[in-house]
């Protein structure tokens, strides 16, 4: 949400704020938007590339957005949602960088916003994501096939999402726990924190931005990234929705000194979002350790093949053995045999896991001398 730009509450009436102490005042949902949302002049929506155009027409609204070409293509495609004041133009540079790393990207002008027409509304807009997840899963192969990704205000939509749809992956950085908390510390942050003064969240706000709720809704492997010295939304959030998911693979990602805004143009960001892969494919997961391999990406061919193996697969032997080769490539001598043993435990004739062995042996005999 870069800004909640004053949480409206200029709105409110908030002038004479000392003669107003030990009043309550109510904050909608759509307090979180701009008092003027940023557009753009449709002639700078192009192609261009490694960058499509996309567009969702409906309700007498169109929205525009771009697709980025991943590098990888047998990773999912990641459903982008931006802050309360983004605007394609600006996120490309972010969106390009996720795109080099794997996954292609999807990301859409909200309604009001940027290249789309229509008026800004954060209830209509939940809706509208449901749609674009719908076209983007069309486009992707399934909705098991396209990862939710948030930022700030767009953790909101992204958490909506994966509680009405099955999604692959949900990476929420910066991600709002609940209005009631949320409110009064984005109030304090900004200076509106004012004795006597107390913002209560409509019942549109509190459903919107129920996150922790939404969370749990859904199994789907989750990442949740926050700056530890964000003042907007402070981290406590962050560990609450990871807290409230019940997802049996779910990882908390902190970054210390970064803050609100510095958070999703982290690199350690854009990393963890390709640990967010579907870990229910296995040959999803073997290609992309295949990938890695060949790209000398060691870590991450183990962390992929390590996948594999914890999927029980049929192929026991073969999974161990391509993990056994991922740690020889590594270097990492003691679990490539420990790897490639359980190979032959498997599989005792297996052939290119005796080879392995072997090699293994040789390398360890001659770090020894």
């Known amino acids: ?67 980025f070409a991943g590098s ?59 749609r674009l997840f719908d076209a983007t899963a069309a486009r992707a192969g399934g909705p098991g096939h396209v990862v939710v990704f948030g930022f700030s205000m767009g953790t909101v939509f992204a958490a909506y999402v994966a509680a009405q749809r099955k999604v692959a992956g949900i990476a929420l950085v910066a991600a709002i726990a609940d209005a009631v908390e949320e409110i009064p510390s984005y109030a304090k942050a900004s200076g509106f924190d004012f004795p006597g003064i107390t913002l209560v969240p409509t019942p549109d706000a509190v459903e919107a931005f129920g996150e922790a709720a939404l969370v749990a809704q859904s199994k789907a492997p989750l990442l949740v990234v926050h700056g530890e010295a964000d003042r907007i939304v402070p981290v406590a959030q962050g560990r609450e929705v990871l807290a409230a998911s019940t997802a049996n693979v779910k990882r908390l990602v902190l970054l210390p000194g970064v803050d609100h805004n510095g958070a999703l ?88 896991a005796q080879q392995l062995l072997l090699k293994i042996e040789d390398a360890a005999s001659k770090g020894r001398h």
């Open 265 to 352: 143009a982290a690199a350690a960001t854009l990393d963890a979002i390709n640990e967010i892969y579907p870990v229910n494919d296995g040959e999803l997961h073997r290609r992309l350790g295949g990938l890695w391999l060949k790209l000398e990406n060691y870590p991450g061919a183990v962390r992929e093949y390590a996948a594999v193996v914890a999927l029980l697969p049929l192929d026991k032997a073969g999974a161990l053995y391509d993990l056994a080769q991922a740690y020889f490539a590594a270097h990492q001598l003691d679990q490539a045999e420990a790897t490639v043993l359980g190979a032959l435990e498997a599989a005792p004739g297996y052939r290119p």
């Open 1 to 67: 949400m870069r800004t909640l730009v004053t949480i409206s509450l200029f709105v409110l009436g908030l002038t004479g704020v000392a003669g107003a102490q030990g009043r309550a005042y109510p904050v909608s949902a759509n307090a979180i938007l701009p008092s003027t949302v940023p557009t753009a002049p449709l002639s700078a929506w192009t192609e261009a590339p490694g960058r499509a155009l996309l567009a969702v027409d409906g309700d007498g609204v169109s929205l525009r957005g771009w697709s």
């Open 72 to 130: 990888t293509p047998a990773a999912p495609t990641i459903l982008y949602f931006g802050g309360n004041v983004a605007r394609l133009l600006d996120e490309e540079p972010s969106l390009r960088a996720i795109a080099r790393r794997g996954p292609g990207v999807v990301a859409f002008d909200y309604r009001g916003y940027g290249f789309s027409t229509g008026q800004a509304d954060v209830m209509t807009m939940r809706r509208d994501a449901l």
